[in-house]
């Protein structure tokens, strides 16, 4: 077997990734056949799925281009195959930078300043951020299915219950984000107004979204409906630059 | 003769096998790694770093499954289990997706359209990192560019003002104690931030349920 100087950025590391990223597509691809499929087989219609398909894919672009950017600051001290992995699978922005950060400082480097890595540091990092955010993915195969027939009892029990319930997951899991917009704005009270930003950044979106909803009632566009979250959320991202260069 | 499974069971099937081979070739990276390079993690960092961080990722991952899987269905939690950015993506294009269709994740139309939704934006995801990857040297400084920063700082408060007022509007007499509370803790305890946010989503939908029970009991609902 012939030595190789390890470099974080080696064709290798690329090649192992890159099949990995490729099985994760090949299962997305699966699902999305197989759930097509039935869609049409129960009579859905094709022109409300590839509707459905459109619009979670155009809402996908600006998140993602936000996990670009992550992979980019990750890739200053792991190089560019590890942080696409990552990124591609379980994990998100924040715990992947969470991850890297404590595995470095566990060996005494600091997250951002490392210029480069040894082979022995480098597995370690990747076993740190593998093991971490393993459970997910064997607990759903594990307890989903009993979880899901649970829900479904409940709601056939009584029938406007359960649709309280349902309604009541969604309110609960988004005043939980709401609530954390909010979270520097006690900042407010000792003069920084910089806490504000997030609030006004939500509010903005929230009025655009009020707004495609009145354009929707009065014209009746569909797509209009359609594409009122990725709008919003683009044009909410947009207000946040003059609003933080005003309040920052 | 062998029994014809339902579409939902043959879901469950097919995710439980996807779901573990995944977990098998997740693994093989730091595996193969350490094989072609001949090396063993650095043992103490690996003890130190795992100890920092997974006893609190373990613990958000178990109340991330009972929570988000009731709202995902079947298809698309074993696809976002492995997929992950639950949160800042899947849940908000799910929850978009059949919120527009006006069905529920656990009805088989609600199940078919939420898996469709993570499915693509997976794909999607995973194509845009791709790309970014191979362009990432000219991509770095136009995404870096100090002007374009604050707005992908600020990308959960432009997906929930979005997504909040389409379901608190729909269900507001549910949504003002949770929001009420919510907001009280994050504003007033210093300690519920970015990181903590994801332990207060079952806070927030276990008291959710707790209030909307007690006022369906009590027929204000």
Same mark, same amino acid.
């Given at each position: 077997?012939?030595?190789?100087?390890?470099?974080?950025?080696?064709?290798?590391?690329?090649?192992?990734?890159?099949? @990995?990223?490729?099985?994760?597509?090949?299962?997305?691809?699966?699902?999305?056949?197989?759930?097509?499929?039935?869609?049409? !087989?129960?009579?859905?219609?094709? /022109?409300?799925?590839?509707?459905?398909?459109?619009?979670?894919?155009?809402?996908?672009?600006?998140?993602?281009?936000?996990?670009? @950017?992550?992979?980019?600051?990750?890739?200053?001290?792991?190089?560019?195959?590890?942080? #696409?992995?990552?990124?591609?699978?379980?994990?998100?922005?924040?715990? *992947?930078?969470?991850?890297?950060?404590?595995? *470095?400082?566990?060996?005494?480097?600091?997250?951002?300043?490392?210029?480069?890595?040894?082979?022995?540091?480098?597995?370690?990092?990747?076993?740190?951020?593998?093991?971490?955010?393993?459970?997910?993915?064997?607990?759903?195969?594990?307890?989903?299915?009993?979880?899901?027939?649970?829900?479904?009892?409940? *709601? &056939?029990?009584?029938?406007?219950?359960? /649709?309280?319930?349902?309604?009541?997951?969604?309110?609960?899991?988004?005043?939980?984000?709401?609530?954390?917009?909010?979270?520097?704005?006690?900042?407010?009270?000792?003069?920084?107004?910089?806490?504000?930003?997030?609030? +006004?950044?939500?509010?903005?979106?929230?009025?655009?979204?009020?707004?495609?909803?009145?354009?929707?009632?009065?014209?009746?566009?569909? #797509?209009?409906?359609?594409?009122?979250?990725?709008?919003? %959320?683009?044009?909410?991202?947009?207000?946040?630059?003059?609003?933080?260069?005003? +309040?920052? | 003769?062998?029994?014809?499974?339902?579409?939902?069971?043959?879901?469950?099937?097919?995710?439980? @096998?996807? &779901?573990?081979?995944?977990?098998?070739?997740?693994?093989?990276?730091?595996?193969?790694?350490?094989?072609?390079?001949?090396?063993?993690?650095?043992?103490?960092?690996?003890?130190?770093?795992?100890?920092?961080?997974?006893?609190?990722?373990?613990?958000?991952?178990?109340?991330?499954?009972? =929570?988000?899987?009731?709202?995902?269905?079947?298809?698309?939690?074993?696809?976002?289990?492995?997929?992950?950015?639950?949160?800042?993506?899947?849940?908000?294009?799910?929850?978009?997706?059949? !919120?527009?269709?006006?069905?529920?994740?656990?009805? !088989?139309?609600?199940?078919?359209?939420?898996?469709?939704?993570?499915?693509?934006?997976?794909?999607?995801? =995973?194509?845009?990192?791709?790309?970014?990857?191979?362009?990432?040297?000219?991509?770095?400084?136009?995404?870096?560019?100090?002007?374009?920063?604050?707005?992908?700082?600020? @990308? +959960?408060?432009?997906?929930?003002?979005?997504?909040?007022?389409?379901?608190?509007?729909?269900? #507001?007499?549910?949504?003002?104690?949770?929001?009420? %509370?919510?907001?009280?803790?994050?504003?007033?305890?210093?300690?519920?931030?970015?990181?903590?946010?994801?332990?207060?989503?079952?806070?927030?939908?276990?008291?959710?349920?707790?209030?909307?029970?007690?006022?369906?009991?009590?027929?204000?609902?």
């Amino acid at each position: 077997m012939i030595d190789l100087d390890f470099n974080v950025n080696s064709p290798v590391l690329f090649v192992i990734a890159g099949v @990995i990223v490729a099985a994760v597509l090949a299962q997305s691809v699966y699902f999305l056949v197989k759930a097509w499929r039935r869609g049409v !087989e129960i009579g859905m219609g094709k /022109d409300k799925l590839k509707r459905i398909a459109i619009t979670a894919g155009v809402f996908t672009i600006a998140p993602a281009v936000a996990i670009v @950017i992550s992979v980019i600051t990750l890739a200053k001290d792991l190089g560019v195959p590890l942080p #696409w992995l990552r990124l591609s699978v379980v994990g998100s922005l924040s715990y *992947e930078t969470i991850a890297a950060s404590n595995a *470095e400082s566990a060996m005494g480097l600091t997250f951002g300043q490392v210029s480069s890595l040894s082979a022995s540091q480098y597995v370690t990092i990747a076993w740190v951020m593998t093991l971490s955010i393993m459970v997910g993915i064997w607990l759903v195969p594990l307890i989903g299915k009993k979880l899901q027939n649970g829900i479904i009892s409940l *709601e &056939n029990r009584d029938k406007k219950w359960g /649709d309280i319930f349902s309604a009541s997951m969604f309110i609960g899991m988004i005043s939980a984000f709401v609530g954390y917009v909010f979270c520097d704005f006690s900042n407010v009270f000792h003069g920084d107004m910089s806490g504000l930003i997030p609030a +006004l950044v939500m509010a903005v979106s929230a009025l655009i979204m009020c707004l495609a909803g009145l354009l929707v009632k009065k014209t009746q566009w569909r #797509w209009v409906s359609d594409y009122a979250l990725p709008i919003s %959320l683009v044009l909410g991202m947009a207000s946040a630059i003059p609003i933080t260069g005003w +309040l920052a | 003769m062998k029994k014809k499974l339902s579409y939902m069971d043959s879901v469950h099937r097919d995710g439980r @096998i996807w &779901n573990l081979s995944m977990m098998l070739m997740l693994f093989m990276y730091p595996i193969t790694v350490g094989l072609i390079y001949k090396t063993l993690p650095d043992w103490r960092g690996f003890a130190l770093g795992l100890l920092a961080t997974a006893p609190m990722y373990w613990a958000v991952a178990v109340v991330e499954v009972l =929570t988000y899987v009731p709202m995902l269905g079947a298809g698309g939690s074993y696809l976002t289990f492995v997929t992950g950015n639950i949160s800042n993506l899947k849940l908000p294009v799910a929850l978009n997706a059949l !919120e527009q269709a006006g069905v529920k994740a656990s009805s !088989e139309e609600g199940e078919i359209i939420s898996t469709i939704a993570i499915a693509v934006s997976s794909i999607v995801t =995973t194509l845009i990192i791709i790309l970014g990857v191979i362009l990432i040297t000219p991509l770095t400084p136009i995404l870096n560019a100090p002007v374009l920063a604050p707005a992908f700082a600020q @990308i +959960l408060p432009a997906l929930f003002g979005g997504l909040g007022v389409v379901f608190i509007s729909k269900n #507001w007499k549910i949504a003002i104690a949770p929001v009420t %509370l919510m907001l009280i803790l994050f504003i007033f305890v210093p300690a519920l931030n970015s990181s903590t946010v994801g332990i207060m989503v079952p806070v927030g939908v276990l008291f959710t349920m707790g209030v909307s029970r007690i006022m369906y009991k009590k027929g204000l609902l």
